[in-house]
T-cell receptor, first 115, second 115 residues
């Protein structure tokens, strides 16, 4: 099946721990994105990447880090510096054309809970 | 500031009746417009998009949306609602004057279809 996979589906973190969320796509998309979703709010962009070995901060990058060593993979690390990390995290990807009017495809999400 | 508004947190519709989920935006230039649907604890699924041309756009699952430039709106519609349409709906806008390919998201509208 083609698509985006995220793992794990549920993740529990203790205070002070770093955790890494996985995102893999086999759609051959150039661009990948990480969003955070909180109840009653729209999606907020954490980081995005348009090409391997390059990524850009989104609106709420503080306390998060990413890497893009392969086209297919865009892992997100939630560091201990993120003060309120409990949320639903969504990874997405899209093709890139002039003007980027292509829709984003989303993974199933990872729900992170801080204990 | 550029923004997207979904003025209703929740919309209740009886099965078989027409439904409308509202979206208005405030962005510079002529934006690209998207609707997505999210089922509980799942990622978002693309429904439809408006790029240019006919103001009425048809999408997945019998949904359509009407672009109104003068009212800066992009309301989602369906002639006859199904119980299975119950979900969270997000409107998103891609400003064409923006070179970083980011989407601006509405906060979401919960659609409840009652049998």
């Amino acid at each position: 099946d083609g698509g985006i996979t995220q793992s794990p589906k549920y993740l529990f973190r203790k205070e002070g721990q770093n955790v890494t969320l996985s995102c893999e796509q086999n759609l051959n998309h150039d661009a990948m994105y990480w969003y955070r979703q909180d109840p009653g709010q729209g999606l907020r962009l954490i980081y995005y990447s348009q090409i391997v070995n390059d990524f850009q901060k989104g609106d709420i990058a503080e306390g998060y880090s990413v890497s893009r060593e392969k086209k297919e993979s865009f892992p997100l690390t939630v560091t201990s510096a993120q003060k309120n990390p409990t949320a639903f995290y969504l990874c997405a990807s899209s093709t890139l054309t002039s003007g980027n009017i292509n829709e984003q495809f989303f993974g199933p999400g990872t729900r992170l809970t801080v204990l | 500031a550029q923004s997207v508004a979904q003025p209703e947190d929740q919309v209740n519709v009886a099965e078989g009746n027409p439904l409308t989920v509202k979206c208005t935006y405030s962005v510079s230039g002529n934006p690209y417009l998207f609707w997505y649907v999210q089922y509980p604890n799942r990622g978002l699924q693309f429904l439809l998009k408006y790029i240019t041309g006919d103001n009425l756009v048809k999408g997945s699952y019998g949904f359509e949306a009407e672009f109104n430039k003068s009212q800066t709106s992009f309301h989602l519609k369906k002639p006859s609602a199904l119980v299975s349409d119950s979900a969270l709906y997000f409107c998103a806008v891609r400003p064409t004057m923006d070179s970083n390919y980011q989407l601006i998201w509405g906060a979401g509208t919960k659609l409840i279809i009652k049998p």
